[in-house]
């Protein structure tokens, strides 16, 4: 038997970049606890296929397209979310971007700001709806981003995401002390090497098989199911009390 703090029916999720890969992982979690689930994308088809797949748990699915970096699109996307699910008690701040540079000395300054604008600003933009709603809605909530273990760990040639990810760990500390008199808590979950749409040309590569696998001590990349439990975790009654962590999910890469 389920422990009944992990239940979630009546509650609604939002996964921002939430049709595929990590956010999938989230959105199909919570919808087999029993939440009601929005999902965002910019692909009206990933969107499409997504909520199909989420629908087979037999909650309310919502998917929207938004551009996170969009700060008008974010409103009127919470707005929508709001309206036709009736309200948000957790959001996760999910969508993201790579970087493409090949190296920091030849970065340009377009490359930089692309990255922020999703990562950074799109988490912003995200979380700000979400933290009004919940404030105004008065009954608490959870807040969460996903960074990277780019923001604790050394990763060449990607200093602009490495940036961004560092920066919404600290974003989710100070949400954490700012709105816990409000009931919000807020935490950052850290990938570590994830096998996504993102990520898979990457892994695949032989030099990474034979040098970033065996230092993976399960052996093995991470997948976005692999984020359905702690996704379902911080959407539920279980982690009233947890607020301003961060969460390492990377198979015990960082430790070896």
């Known amino acids: 038997m389920t422990h009944p703090a992990f239940d979630l029916t009546g509650k609604v999720a939002l996964i921002t970049g939430g049709n595929s890969g990590i956010g999938l992982g989230m959105a ?90 999703v990562n950074l600003d799109g988490a912003f ?11 105004e809605h008065g009954a608490g909530g959870s807040l969460v981003v996903t960074a990277s273990l780019a923001a604790i760990m050394g990763q060449p040639t990607g200093e602009q995401y490495a940036a961004t990810k560092g920066g919404v760990i600290a974003m989710m500390r100070a949400l954490a002390v700012e709105f816990g008199r409000n009931g919000l808590r807020a935490n950052a979950i850290l990938p570590g090497w994830i096998d996504t749409d993102m990520t898979s040309e990457w892994l695949a590569r032989e030099p ?19 984020f359905a439990g702690i996704a379902v975790y911080l959407a539920s009654d279980a982690s009233a009390y947890h607020s301003g962590d961060t969460f390492v999910i990377d198979g015990a890469y960082a430790l070896f």
């Open 28 to 117: 199909q979690g919570l919808a087999q606890a029993g939440a009601d689930v929005c999902v965002w994308g910019t692909n009206a088809d990933k969107n499409a296929r997504a909520a199909a797949a989420i629908e087979t748990h037999g909650r309310r699915v919502l998917a929207l397209q938004c551009d996170v970096s969009d700060e008008q699109a974010v409103e009127a996307a919470f707005t929508e979310t709001v309206e036709t699910l009736g309200h948000v008690d957790t959001c996760f701040a999910n969508a993201g971007v790579a970087g493409r540079a090949r190296s920091f000395l030849e970065m340009t300054a377009e490359e930089w700001r692309r990255v922020m604008a």
């Open 125 to 135: 933009f995200t979380l700000r709806a979400a933290a009004r709603h919940m404030v």
């Open 208 to 226: 990474v098989r034979k040098r970033v696998l065996p230092r993976v001590p399960l052996r093995r990349w991470g997948t976005g199911d692999d």
